[in-house]
């Protein structure tokens, strides 16, 4: 039995070579250089499963290219290391580049179809992201920095109060403030059943969106294979997870629905869409496309706004004389008696330095989302075929010393120029959140709520290495975790008050 199902898999990969080239149309132009091939399988076997992004930086500088070709079981797949290369296919050329490829572990067997960030270019995706833009303008700030201020101002009393990690306490107000918009969803003070369950549906797709990391990728039909079978461990991995993305998909918009059918449901995205939908023959659609905007807002927004957050926390406890230049920014715009607003953030540039070097120094995402290309194309002398699966690597765009000199050192003055930012020094937000049509509709949403946090506990509370039992300082450990959203490892360090009037200010948020 075993023997046939691996008989299966090598036929299919020489069923989907064959096919592959058939489809592909002759060109005279040659593909972008990159590693050799092997036959049938290409560079199956190449592609890194952690970690990628370094490993298609060090390609680049091996076949001196900014833009790779590889090969694997069938699909073309393209890598660009470089911003003007992804600036000229992505945003110029946006009507080509603006699908999503489709793999089958994430969309067939856990059933993240309906996730707007992973669908392909079309109506649905329109529809979806349409909705949300109604709802949540990057113009109008009215609904979702008053939830960020509310949630950022609780935190702050638990964070010089508690033997907690900093870390699970600004994740757990990360989840509330998003929740808290999407559903209206009042959320435990630790332990929330909602945030637990968001952290573990996404969790799973997150690991599965690395391409090159389940084989059922590359060889759809080995999605028929028994469980039993060795190899197969995807397929249990991917029962549990399609459970959590089900849960996650459903449970908290029938709650809310619920709530809001009994006039008891909170203010929230979910709630206002419900207040507008009108019975007819596409109410059931149109419930379906709430649904599904509601869960985009979580699942795109929650985790990397929580991996921007703890590199920056990381950053300030590695860069102490970085933290403290920040703070007397503060100090000197915002005084000590009261907490920072969000009309104080053009007042400050070098905490807007910080934060974006902060993006750029440990990009959320090392590699973006794939684009898919929608049609054969030529870049540079270079032949695309169609169904090419573009891969844009943030982390080499963010770390090129053309842009950025000493790209491994945390330095917020590249940002600066007399004293103020600037603008022509490459934005780092150019890249981190995606490109063309399919950046990330919500990143005016992440980009104040990480602003309004960071220059709260700056404001107030001091960040230094924590220390052992037997005094020792505890260097923080400064790697992180392969993945598509990027966190750093888990990491300690203490967080006290700057000064008696900070700690009375603290005090007074709790009363």
């Known amino acids: 039995m075993l023997a046939f199902y691996l008989t299966t898999g090598i036929l299919g990969i020489i069923v989907l070579l064959l096919i592959s080239l058939s489809r592909r149309k002759p060109s005279p132009l040659p593909l972008p250089p990159g590693p050799k091939k092997r036959p049938i399988i290409g560079n199956l076997l190449d592609l890194p499963t952690s970690y990628e992004w370094e490993t298609y930086a060090r390609w680049g500088k091996e076949y001196d290219s900014h833009i ?18 992804a600036n000229d296919l992505f945003n110029k050329k946006s009507s080509s580049y603006s699908s999503r490829p489709q793999f089958t572990m994430t969309s067939e067997l856990l059933g993240w179809r309906w996730l707007i960030s992973a669908m392909p270019y079309g109506e649905a995706w329109k529809e979806r992201r349409k909705l949300f833009q109604k709802h949540f303008p990057a113009s109008d700030g009215s609904i979702h920095k008053p939830r960020s201020m509310e949630f950022v101002r609780r935190l702050l009393p638990h964070l ?18 998003v929740l808290s918009i999407a559903y209206g969803i009042d959320i435990k003070p630790s332990d929330d059943p909602y945030i637990s369950l968001a952290e573990q549906a996404i969790a799973g797709v997150i690991e599965c969106s690395v391409p090159g990391a389940f084989l059922v990728d590359f060889i759809p039909a080995l999605r028929y294979v028994p469980e039993w079978v060795p190899g197969a461990g995807f397929k249990t991995k991917a029962k549990r997870w399609r459970g959590l993305q089900e849960r996650f998909h459903d449970e908290p918009f029938e709650v809310t629905k619920d709530r809001w059918a009994n006039g008891i449901a909170r203010p929230s995205f979910v709630e206002a869409c419900l ?15 709430i649904k599904d905007t509601a869960g985009m807002f979580f699942a795109g927004g929650a985790d990397t706004t929580v991996s921007a ?41 070098y905490l807007s330095a910080v934060l974006k070097e902060t993006l750029r120094w ?63 020094v490459r934005d780092p ?22 602003w309004i946090t960071a220059a709260s506990i700056l404001s107030v509370f001091k960040i230094t290495k924590a220390k052992n039992e037997d005094g020792s300082i505890i260097e923080p450990d400064m790697r992180y975790q392969s993945a598509l959203v990027c966190h750093p490892q888990p990491f300690t360090c203490d967080i006290k008050p700057r000064s008696e009037s900070a700690a009375q200010l603290i005090r007074s948020l709790s009363e």
Request: hydrophobic share 35%; proline share 7%; glycine share 6%.
């Open 309 to 349: 957050l703890h590199s920056f926390l990381l950053a300030m406890l590695a860069y102490p004389e970085i933290q403290s230049k920040a703070q007397a920014e503060l100090d000197q715009i915002v005084g000590t008696d009261r907490l920072p607003e969000f009309y104080d953030e053009e007042r400050l540039p």
């Open 275 to 289: 207040n507008s939908l009108e019975d007819g023959d596409n109410k059931k659609h149109r419930e379906e496309v």
């Open 68 to 85: 790779l070709h590889l090969y694997a079981a069938g699909k073309d797949i393209v890598v660009i290391n470089s911003a003007t290369i």
């Open 429 to 450: 937000i150019e890249v981190a959140f995606g490109f063309g049509r399919r950046e990330c509709p919500g990143k005016h949403i992440a980009l104040s709520t990480l």
């Open 362 to 424: 440990r990009p959320v995402t090392p590699i973006a989302v794939p684009h898919l290309a929608a049609e054969d194309d030529i870049y540079e002398g270079y032949f695309i075929p169609k169904n090419t699966i573009m891969i844009g690597n943030v982390w080499a765009m963010l770390y090129d010393e053309n842009d950025y000199p000493n790209p491994e050192v945390f330095n917020p003055e590249r940002f600066l120029k007399d004293g103020k930012l600037n603008p022509e």
């Open 160 to 177: 010089g109060d508690t033997q907690e990690s900093i870390q699970e306490l600004t994740r757990h107000t990360v989840g509330g403030i």
